[in-house]
């Protein structure tokens, strides 16, 4: 698991709130969304053996 500064450190993003919403679980990884100024951010962060990969996208509220 990560913590939410861990993931800010990380992924360079704004600090909000990460909830981990039913179904959401995928291969070696979770999916995490934060709701911030009208855009969805939905972080996917995969695990790995040899480290951390994470990984940011972003979706728009108006796409």
């Avoid at 800010?8 to 911030?36: H, Q, W």
């Amino acid at each position: 698991e990560f913590t939410t500064d861990e993931l800010i450190k990380n992924l360079n993003i704004y600090k909000g709130t990460f909830t981990r919403p039913k179904n959401t679980l995928i291969k070696k990884g979770l999916i995490g969304i934060s709701k911030e100024k009208g855009i969805n951010n939905t972080i996917i962060y995969q695990l790995t053996t040899k480290g951390k990969q994470f990984i940011k996208t972003y979706f728009n509220e108006h796409a």
